[in-house]
């Protein structure tokens, strides 16, 4: 994998881009769009994405503002046009494209972000993509919050849309810790200082309202467009039986779900996470 950092500059916000190119070898057959999670970096997925780039994918990943290495107040990403805009940018971006086939793909916010694509995809707005990839797709913000809270969230983003607040998401809700064999476990590693669990009212409301448009339109994915969902099976943050409601409900014939036992919300990390890869890997390599 070839590392390449760039600063792009999108409806007056200066945004990092991260894009992973396969090795020079390797002849360059799609490119991938990956959605990042609240409060995560580019470089976070650094090693999701290798069993991407070893089969000639170059893979994208745009940090929205408050994000990463993307200026801003952590936790506002800004709002669906700018996202929109980050979208469209890639897209038209000839040195990224290269008019090669694409992927979609994103990790719990990501994930819902992903959806929220294809179905846009599927009514016109953007090119069908070839493959999607759901991981842990965050499908129901509003999921275990109170009504009032979610009227709130309402109420203030139009007032004060930057206006953070936490997510509740801690670091020992996403990956395993790791056996010894001696009975003890391997401490999780230091908070990551791009890592962030902040998530604005502006954001929020639109995370609502993203939730709500694709449970109304999941009919508008394209079915044929061959679709991985993996989940963690004891993931708090995503429930399991959330996702398989959802998978059962999407359109879809070409779609795979595997649900991985023991696993919480990033089932890439830690104990454990071999089996995610190994359905990867599977499924690329079933791509063609």
Known sequence: MIEESQRVRIDGHLLHRLVMHPEKMLPVKAVALFYHGQGDYAERYLDVLGPFTKRGVRCVVTELPGHGRSPGRRGHCGDPELLDAVIEDTLSSMTLMEGLPYGV???SMGGLLAVRHLILSGMGKWPVPEFVWLSSPLMRPGYRRAPFYLKLIRWLAPVVPSLTVSTGVKPQMCRVESGDGSGETE???????????????????ALLDFEQFVADSLDQIPVDVPLLYTQGADDPICLAELARDVFERL???DKQYHELEGMLHEPFRGEGSEELFARLKHWLDGLG
């Open 105 to 107: 793909m994103g990790h």
């Open 251 to 253: 359109p879809s014939t």
């Open 187 to 205: 401490k999780l590693p230091p908070k990551h200082k791009l890592w962030h669990n902040r998530v604005s009212m502006g954001w929020g409301a």
